[in-house]
């Protein structure tokens, strides 16, 4: 069974950072790519980024491009979205997803506040 279970969210200043983590279980991660999406309140769920099999980084938002970066690591079935430079319109709540799963986690709270 395919698991995908974020972390990392929280509340943080604009212009702060922050890291979330999908950790996965079920199915071969090395061979697979991966994404993150994110949904803002009343809005539709948006691609943020995706990361290959190898570890490319492609798909990525205009809307984060230069401020975001994905990345995984096979060794541990877990793949990161690292988030520089945030905006109160990064508020949202980011979910990860297998592709080629169509498998989603629950997602994780990004809050960007003063």
């Known amino acids: 069974q395919v698991q995908l279970v974020e972390s990392g969210g929280g509340l943080v200043q604009p212009g702060g950072s922050l890291t979330l983590s999908c950790a996965t279980s079920?199915?071969?991660?090395?061979?697979?790519?991966m994404s993150w999406w994110r949904q803002a309140p009343g809005k539709q769920r948006e691609l943020v980024a995706t990361?290959?099999?190898?570890?490319?980084?492609?798909d990525v938002a205009y809307s984060v491009k230069g401020r975001f970066a994905i990345s995984r690591d096979n060794a541990k079935n877990t793949v990161y979205l690292q988030m520089n430079s945030l905006k109160p319109e990064d508020t949202a709540m980011y979910f990860c997803?297998?592709?080629?799963?169509?498998?989603w986690g629950r997602g994780t709270q990004v809050t960007v506040s003063s």
């Open positions: 997803r297998s592709p080629t799963h169509n498998a």
């Open positions: 079920g199915f071969g991660f090395s061979a697979y790519g």
């Open positions: 990361v290959t099999e190898t570890g490319r980084m492609i």
